[in-house]
């Protein structure tokens, strides 16, 4: 498959691609380590998303995902990862005073990677920044959930968004988010 001559414009389109190429009626391991393969060698060394996140953008393209298989890879990933350590336990938004101290804590983190000039640990932070994000997206509208859950899971992928456009900003953000009367009347019953 390394040989073949990829198509797609940007690194969403090729997963897919090469996704569609292994005509594979499931995804697990295999799958997901073939498609990371040539991400990195169509992108580069780091270019190759965890694999939770390639499942997920290939279940929402119709894929049958082998959970078990992919759930160990990713953990696999992450304890061989000297970032591990680093990342461990990070994000927290169960409240809004987790998901809060959580951003303020990652930005810590940001301002240590980016004075290291870590260029892969900068990518991996925004990257799980990114995943919660598009997990508290997806329970915002998932009816599972009561209409209080996905209000505030709404509010806090608000959070995640904003952190990623301008971290730098975020502490002053929230603060006055969280004072306006529009916060207060939809979650002060709420405690945070």
């Known amino acids: 498959m390394t040989d073949h001559q990829w198509s797609s414009r940007n690194k969403t389109d090729l997963i897919i ?47 049958v995902l082998r959970h078990p298989e992919i759930l160990e890879l990713d953990v696999r990933r992450r304890l061989d990862s000297p970032y591990d350590a ?17 951003l303020r804590d990652l930005e810590n983190l940001r301002k240590k990677l980016a004075g290291n000039e870590d260029k892969h640990g900068l990518g991996l932070l925004r990257n799980l920044v990114s995943a919660a994000r598009d997990e508290t997206k997806a329970a915002a509208g998932d009816n599972r959930y009561s209409q209080r859950e996905r209000r505030y899971y709404s509010e806090v992928a608000d959070w995640f968004s904003i952190w990623l456009q301008s971290s730098e900003i975020f502490d002053s953000w929230v603060k006055v988010r969280k004072a306006t009367p529009a916060f207060k009347d939809e979650f002060e019953s709420d405690g945070d």
């Open 17 to 63: 691609e090469v996704w569609e190429k292994l005509d594979c009626e499931s995804v697990g391991a295999s799958e997901i380590e073939a498609i990371e393969t040539v991400v990195r060698e169509v992108y580069g060394e780091n270019a190759a998303d965890p694999p939770v996140v390639v499942a997920r953008l290939l279940a929402d393209e119709g894929a």
């Open 86 to 102: 680093m990342f461990r336990n990070i994000l927290r938004y169960s409240t809004f005073a987790e998901a809060e101290r959580s």
